[in-house]
Nanobody
């Protein structure tokens, strides 16, 4: 199995930035994709961004495109989510996940981190 440890959440003002980190215990053939999802109170979990360990191919939700950047450091088994120009509607618990291939559906990811709270004040 893969263990994921997230960090970097916190409270920021609108327009500010945060950088989330997700450290994976191991990379395997069946866990090539690393994704970020978020869930706000009263809302369904939604896809944010994902990246492939092997190819570096990225995918973003339309709501964060141009503001968020996902990247990976293969030597450290760590994926980052750089979040700029944050808006109050970005407030949510952000979850790191890993699965076989990059995709938009939460069901496609096998292992999940504990989540980290991101709060953006107006």
């Amino acid at each position: 199995q893969v263990q994921l440890v997230e960090s970097g959440g916190g409270l920021v003002q609108a327009g500010g930035s945060l950088r989330l980190s997700c450290a994976a215990s191991v990379r395997t053939f069946n866990t090539d994709a690393m994704g970020w999802f978020r869930q706000a109170p009263g809302k369904e979990r939604e896809f944010v961004a994902a990246i492939s360990w092997s190819s570096g191919i990225r995918s973003y939700a339309d709501s964060v495109k141009g503001r968020f950047t996902i990247s990976r450091d293969n030597a450290k088994n760590t994926v980052y989510l750089q979040m700029n120009s944050l808006k109050p509607e970005d407030t949510a618990v952000y979850y790191c996940a890993t699965g076989r291939v990059v995709g938009l559906e939460a069901a496609g990811y096998s292992y999940w981190g504990q989540g980290t709270q991101v709060t953006v004040s107006s």
